[in-house]
């Protein structure tokens, strides 16, 4: 990694102005008071309602309005939530949904191939937090997972993102860490009965050194004597992404064959850690994404609505993926020309033959991947007088289509091999008895062809009912209904033609003439990264001629069964909710209630004994009592307010864990399985907090959160009886122990016309925000040391910090985003704990308004060229560091 200098980035970041134009940390903005939510507490009847989102969301065109929108916000909500909008068309000031998020007090994001796909909540991971599009579920698009991948939702979609972190009960159960909510445009939302917007940009990828477009279009009209409205939208992006990325799989305590004990080169006692398949790889996507947003709203009197919607978007990338891989297991270790370096880890190690290994292994991987999501939803809201009445209806659907093909070229057999990791960054440089383009050697080929294919689909109806003005205290009674089912389909295939030239000499000639039609790699590796002082040479891979000549197998005659499985969820859950205010010498306002919910699962797959494979089906059945209040109290109104909740919150089990998949061995009667039988994850939430109001735009605060989590998912050994044999299966189980995570969530903004009257600083502001969180309970610990470990995916401190400056003309504005370390896997390869470095990363943005109608922009991604490192709990044990460059947008807003 570039070392920076960890102060003088914060201040170079302030130095330049950075900003998030708007964001303000707007943690208790609500859509919607506790005397008008309707349906699901505003992700859906306030996502079809124009009149709130003016009120209650930040908007990022006009930043200082959208400050003082945000604290009004803050001041009236009932519950814990962070809103973000958008004022004109692509006005974001992330490229992506996902890397918006990611300025949230308690959010964190993760990245693939350098783009924010997954975000995590207060400590819990992606798949253990829900996300919603108007209402609508959004599906997972990896296999077997319920994280939502945020790199294909179009941002020009977006009228408003929402993370809320406390739970009324009409809100749609599923979101441990929290729900974000994704609530599009719609024809109702603009004061102008028509308009066209949009905007053209150009992405540059210093990695790649390539240029590509990326088109957005809108355009609304109501009619009808304002009764009616329509609203299309587009967007069309071309993308070459590119990351390059150097790997060691894991670090391994091997054993010296000549005394039977662990190697322990330097004689201190402790044995010494070696390097697990040391790789490097650069993985090229050429990505083609569209997007389709459609509304329909019909308003025939103010208090009747009705809407049809539709959302599409498809993500079609070109996989090219050269990897350079050593294998050494069981390779012996020459200890004379080895080294051991920091915290018991080898700096140096040298391989001799022992009959196959060490090996070199050519692979690539080239193939199509198809994401789709789509989903429909249609319904009616009816307020006649005191009553709220509405019915919903949606189905949506997520697919991954991953067919690849995988070609491998080795050299087995090899002599030696050298590998270093003496540099500053400790990344793997690989010394071989032959140049890294010699063919001449290869001796053993393979093509596998496995392509994957994953369906998720969920149909959802539901209804609600409320009554407002009850009592003086009693504000609205609220209760209502929901059914959904959600299925999972998973499928695999595979087929291989293996030469194997090292075992049969009579195949190296043929070998020969498939392994000179590989070529060397095109671009510079880690061109935009640093590895401690060292390069590394163009190696070889198959740009399609090597698999194309030995011919690509057809695997759709002999699937992957023990891969094939179905899972079918139905949930049925009603709920009962009341909004009240009180004054006790202060006034207080809050909601109350609870949401009952029964699960229904079953799970369909197969088994294998002595390798045959058979049909099984396995069923769940669960009830769950979620109570929910929310409150706050107006200590001195308009300046000084109290917030507090206490909540009970789930989180479904991933439906690869609920999937039979049994597989069993009848030599050594073991086994492993899903458990269709597995409990949701479920916590007790808490929240308290102060917040001090400035002024209209200026303020602070401090919130205490408190999770109490239990039936976390691990794996164990039971003993299990098939056909009158008891084996030893593995399998997923609901543990006995609690995690309690307790953090502090610090935020506020300030513009600087709130201090002073000179010119040359009533332009500028400042947002920032700090969580502290920290664990207790987790029974992951060290296998080495028995160290107790974090809590898998939460970093113990994280920060925003933003600058901005904005008057009629011109606006800068940017942020920098930092978090800690944070845990990824308690035992990872060789035993060890793996984890995330912490990361940080800058990103600014500038715009010019050429007309009213007409503004150019330019924009920089990563400018300090950050990259992504993981180690094996050790920063001398690296296993994963990935550099994929800045990126930089210019282009054209317009609307009319």
Known sequence: MRKTNHTFLIAGASAIALAFGGTANAQDATTASSDDTMAEAADETDAQTPAPADENVIVVSGIRQSLENALRAKRDSDQVLDAISAEDIGKFPDKNVGEALQRVTGVQISRTNGEGSGVSIRGASPDLNRVEMNGVSMLGTQSGSRAVDFRDIPVEFVNRLEVVKSVTPDMTEGGLGGTVRIITRRPFDSKEDSFIAGSAQGIYSEIGDTLDPKLALIGSKRFADDTMGILLSATYERRRIETHT?????????????????????????????????????????????????????????????????????????????????????????????????????????????????????????????????????????????????????????????????????????????????????????????????????????????????????????????????????????????????????????????????????????????????????????????????????????????????????????????????????????????????????????????????????????????????????????????????????IIPNKLLFRGSATEVLARPNPTDLAPRLTLDIVGFSGSRGNPDLQPYRARQYDAGLEYYIDSVSFVSATYFRKEISSFIERTTVNETYDGQVYAINLPVNGSAAVTVNGLEIGGQLSFSTFTDMAVVQNFGVIANFTYSKDSGYEGTDYFTGEQLPFPGLSRKSYNLSLYYEDDLFSLRGSYNWRSKYLINAVGRGNNPEFGEAAGQLDVSASVNVTDNISVFFEGVNLTDEMTIQNANSTYRRIFMETYGPRYYGGVRFRF
Do not use: C
């Open 246 to 634: 150097t790997r060691t799989t894991g670090w391994r305590q091997i054993t010296d064959p000549d005394t039977g004990e662990l190697y322990d080169l330097d004689g201190n006692g402790n044995p010494d850690f070696f390097p697990e398949i040391p790789r490097y790889s650069e993985d090229v996507l050429d990505t083609k994404r569209i997007g389709l947003n459609g509304v329909f709203e019909y308003k025939p009197t103010d208090d009747l609505h009705a809407y049809v919607e539709g959302t599409y978007t498809r993500s079609k990338q070109d996989l090219e993926a050269p990897y350079f891989q050593l294998f050494s297991g069981g390779a012996l270790v020459d200890a004379a020309n080895s080294a051991t370096g920091e915290d018991d880890t080898v700096s140096q190690v040298t391989y001799l033959n022992n009959g196959s290994a060490p090996y070199l292994n050519l692979r690539t991987i080239r193939g199509d991947i198809t994401r789709y999501n789509w989903s429909a939803a249609g319904g009616v809201d009816y307020t006649p007088g005191q009553w709220e009445i509405g019915v919903r209806t949606s189905f949506s659907k997520a697919q991954i289509d991953n067919d690849y093909v995988n070609t491998t070229a080795d050299v087995r057999g090899l002599d030696y091999l050298i590998v270093n990791y003496d540099n500053a960054e400790y990344a793997p440089e690989i010394t071989l008895p032959f140049d890294y383009d010699d063919s001449s050697a290869i001796n053993y080929v393979r093509v596998q062809h496995r392509p994957v294919l994953s369906t998720q689909e969920e149909f959802m109806a539901k209804g609600d009912v409320a009554r407002n003005d009850l009592t003086d205290w009693l504000t609205q009674l609220k209760a209502g209904v929901q059914y959904r089912r959600t299925t999972l389909d998973n499928k695999q295939w595979d087929a291989n033609i293996i030469l194997d030239g090292y075992s049969d000499p009579s195949l190296l000639d043929e070998i020969q003439s498939y392994a000179d039609l590989l070529v060397p790699i095109e671009n510079e590796f880690f061109n935009t990264g640093s590895l401690g002082g060292f390069s590394v040479p163009a190696w070889l891979y198959d740009d399609g001629a090597f698999s194309s000549a030995i011919g690509v197998p057809d695997p759709y005659d002999n699937p992957t069964l023990s891969a094939t499985y179905d899972v079918v969820e139905k949930n049925l859950a009603g709920y009962l909710q009341g909004s009240f205010t009180f004054d006790l010498g202060v006034p207080f306002y809050g909601v109350v209630g609870a949401r009952v919910v029964q699960t229904k699962t079953t799970a369909n797959g197969y088994q294998s004994a002595g390798g045959v494979f058979s049909p099984v089906s396995f069923d769940g059945d669960y009830v769950e009592f979620l109570p929910a209040l929310n409150l706050r109290a107006d």
